[in-house]
């Protein structure tokens, strides 16, 4: 039984809290490694078919404040970089599900936390939403891939800024330089991040998911290759049976239920 995260499920929809109270959601090791299996485990579940990333109750509003400081204070050279390579192989689990993973930032996003939702494919806030990357305060570097993600969300200037001096972004700065999509006051953040993951979960899946792999692999491709992936992919879709279903249903004007195939 996980202790420190639990997921639930509402028809295609699922919802992973980060549950950690007494520790405002701060990620150690046993943290990481349920959210590793909880994210296996819907990676695999075809039913599901949009994803939700927040945190639990905690004292404070949060997210995940970060790293857990404690656990990493004795670490070693090797010690530091397995629990790097654990975070990065979370993270690259999450960004590469497959379906579409939604950071509902629901407080203090910090170190681990902001990586964490940065790994998500977008990032929805509530107003007190607070962000950052502040390791170099305490003589360390992001590890969970905070000095790759950031820059390609908001740009090297404005990364490097929150990295080198460690300050916070608030959730309407984060917005205003593309980090998070949208801003909801605290108390309709989750009914509104579900309306989000509910639409999605009513487009055709394959469609969804093949749309994830053209942006994501192609953004690091020239774009030249970047379009002859997209081509790839549009003809490949047009094998579906959903596709099909899809079309028709838009001629006839009728409603459509994706079956996935």
Request: aromatic fraction near 4%; hydrophobic fraction near 45%; proline fraction near 4%.
């Amino acid at each position: 039984m996980a202790e420190n995260t639990r997921t639930e499920r509402e028809g295609a929809v699922a919802t992973v809290f980060v549950a950690r109270p007494s520790k405002l959601n701060a990620l150690n090791d046993a943290t990481l490694v349920e959210l590793t299996e909880a994210f296996s485990e819907l990676a695999g579940d075809e039913d599901i078919r949009c994803v939700i990333l927040t945190g639990g109750e905690a004292k404070r509003p949060a997210f995940v404040a970060g790293a857990d400081i404690a656990e990493m204070a004795d670490q070693d050279p090797m010690t530091a970089k397995e629990r790097s390579r654990l975070g990065q192989g979370l993270c690259d689990l999450i960004e590469g599900l497959g379906k579409p993973v939604i950071a509902a930032v629901n407080g203090f996003a910090l170190g681990g936390g902001l990586e964490l939702a940065l790994a998500c494919h977008f990032r929805v806030a509530s107003a007190d939403a607070k962000m950052g990357l502040p390791e170099t305060t305490l003589g360390i570097i992001p590890g969970f891939g905070g000095t790759q993600r950031l820059p390609r969300a908001i740009g090297v200037g404005r990364a490097l800024e929150m990295i080198t001096t460690g300050r916070m972004m608030d959730a309407e700065e984060a917005r205003a330089c593309g980090l998070v999509n949208h801003v909801f006051a605290p108390d309709e953040l989750m009914a509104k991040t579900n309306e989000i993951a509910a639409t999605i979960a009513r487009n055709g899946p394959i469609a969804v998911r093949l749309a994830l792999e053209s942006v994501l692999r192609g953004s690091s491709q020239p774009l030249s290759e970047g379009l002859a992936l997209e081509s790839n992919l549009f003809g490949l879709v047009a094998a579906t049976e959903d596709m099909h279903a899809g079309l028709k249903a838009f001629v006839e004007k009728r409603h459509v239920e994706y079956k996935n195939r």
